[in-house]
C-alpha cells in the first residue's frame, strides 16, 4: 500500500508525475461524457433477451455498477467508433460476462460453494457444449459462441480463446491464494496478466470485421500490450490504496526486487513505445489508424474518468 505519514505525499507526487507524462506522450485530450443510460436499458433488454433476467439468482451483481454498468461504460467510451451496434452490445455483455465471473474472487464475495464451481467448471462445460447452471455464464458463453456470426474466424477464434484463457486467470488468482504462490520470475508476471486482461479479444474489437484482417494484424501484439500497461498504470493508484498486491506491477516488483513505482515508470514506457509503434504499423491505412486513435483515446478516457479508478484525488479526472 501506499506509504503512511511524511513519504506518501512524495510517493504520490512521483506517481502523479508518471500519469501525467504518460497522457502526455499519449496526447490525451478526450473530455469527460456522461454515462450512457439509454445504452444501458439496450443492455439489459439484450441480457434478459438472453434469459439473464433480474429474477436470476446474481442479478444484482450483474446489473449493479460492478458488472453492466461498467461494461456499458467500457463499451461507449472505448469503442464508440464501433458503427455496427450488434458488435458494440456484444462487447458490451462479453465484458460484463467476463467481470461477473471474476467477482469470484472479490474479497467482499459472498458466493457459496456451488457458485464457485460453476465459475471453475465454465471453460470445461462450454468446450463440451453443455449447460451452464449460472443464467449469467449462459449468457457468457452465449456471447462468445455469437462472435463468429460477426467476426472472421481467426478474429473469432482469438476472441473466444481470450475469453477462455481470462476464465483460466480467475482460477489461477484463487490458486494463487491458497497455494501461496509467490510471484519470482518476472516473465510468470507477464503470463498472468497476459490471461487476465483478456487483450486479445479487446484489440480485435479495435477493428470492424469488413476491414481485412491484413491491415491491422501486425499491429495487434502491440495493441494487447496497450490494453494491458494501460491499465496497469491507470489502475496502480486504486491498487495500492485498496491493498491489491496480485496485479502487474506488484508481482513484477516482487520477483525483481525492485519498487513499485520504478515498475511503473518502466510499463509507461513499454506503454508509450507500443502506442508509436503500432501508429507506425498501421500508418499505411488511414481507416485502420483513425480506428485506432478512437479506441486509444477512448480506453485512456474510461480510465482516466471513472471512480473506480480514483484518479480525481490526484488531480486527474473529474474533481
Known amino acids: 500500500m501506499l506509504p503512511a505519514s511524511s513519504s506518501t505525499k512524495a510517493t504520490q507526487t512521483g506517481l502523479l508525475e508518471v500519469l501525467q507524462s504518460f497522457l502526455t506522450r499519449c496526447s490525451f485530450k478526450v473530455p469527460y461524457r ?19 433476467t433480474a429474477g436470476c439468482k446474481g442479478a444484482d451483481r450483474y446489473f449493479g455498477s460492478s ?82 456470426k460477426h467476426f472472421g474466424r481467426i478474429a473469432a477464434n482469438g476472441i473466444i480463446s481470450a475469453g477462455l484463457n481470462f476464465c483460466n486467470s480467475v482460477l489461477l488468482e484463487t490458486s494463487s491464494k491458497e497455494l501461496n504462490i509467490v510471484a519470482t520470475e518476472s516473465d510468470y508476471a507477464l503470463y498472468y496478466r497476459n490471461m487476465s486482461g483478456a487483450s486479445e479479444a479487446y484489440s480485435f474489437f479495435v477493428f470492424p470485421p469488413t476491414m481485412p484482417i491484413s491491415m491491422y494484424i501486425q499491429a495487434v501484439p502491440d495493441i494487447i500490450k496497450i490494453n494491458n500497461y494501460a491499465n496497469d498504470v491507470l489502475s496502480f493508484y486504486k491498487e495500492e490504496t485498496t491493498g491489491d498486491d496480485l496485479n502487474c506491477i ?70
Not at 454498468?69 to 455483455?93: G, N, R
Not at 489508424?289 to 484518479?311: D, S
Open 34 to 52: 456522461p454515462f450512457d443510460t439509454a445504452f444501458y436499458e439496450l443492455a439489459v433488454q439484450e441480457s434478459e433477451r438472453r434469459g439473464a
Open 67 to 148: 458488472c453492466l454498468k461498467a461494461a456499458v461504460s467500457i463499451t461507449t467510451i472505448s469503442y464508440e467508433h464501433v458503427e455496427d451496434k450488434s458488435i458494440q452490445m456484444l462487447v458490451c455483455l462479453f465484458t460484463a460476462g467476463a467481470i461477473y465471473l471474476d467477482d469470484a474472487n472479490a474479497a467482499d464475495s459472498n458466493l457459496g460453494p456451488e457458485d464457485r464451481r460453476n465459475v471453475e467448471k465454465f471453460s470445461e462445460r462450454f468446450v463440451a457444449g453443455e449447460v451452464q447452471p449460472d443464467p449469467f455464464h449462459a449468457l457468457f458463453a452465449g456471447v462468445l459462441r455469437d462472435m463468429y
Open 250 to 319: 506488484s508481482l513484477i516488483a516482487t520477483s525483481k526486487n525492485v519498487s513499485k513505482l520504478e515498475v511503473l515508470g518502466i510499463l509507461a514506457d513499454e506503454c508509450v513505445a507500443a502506442h508509436q509503434n503500432a501508429v507506425k504499423t498501421l500508418a499505411p491505412s488511414k481507416e485502420a489508424l483513425e480506428m485506432y486513435h478512437n479506441w486509444m483515446q477512448g480506453y485512456l478516457a474510461y480510465h482516466i474518468y471513472a471512480e473506480r479508478y480514483r484518479l480525481n484525488e490526484l488531480g486527474l479526472g473529474i474533481n
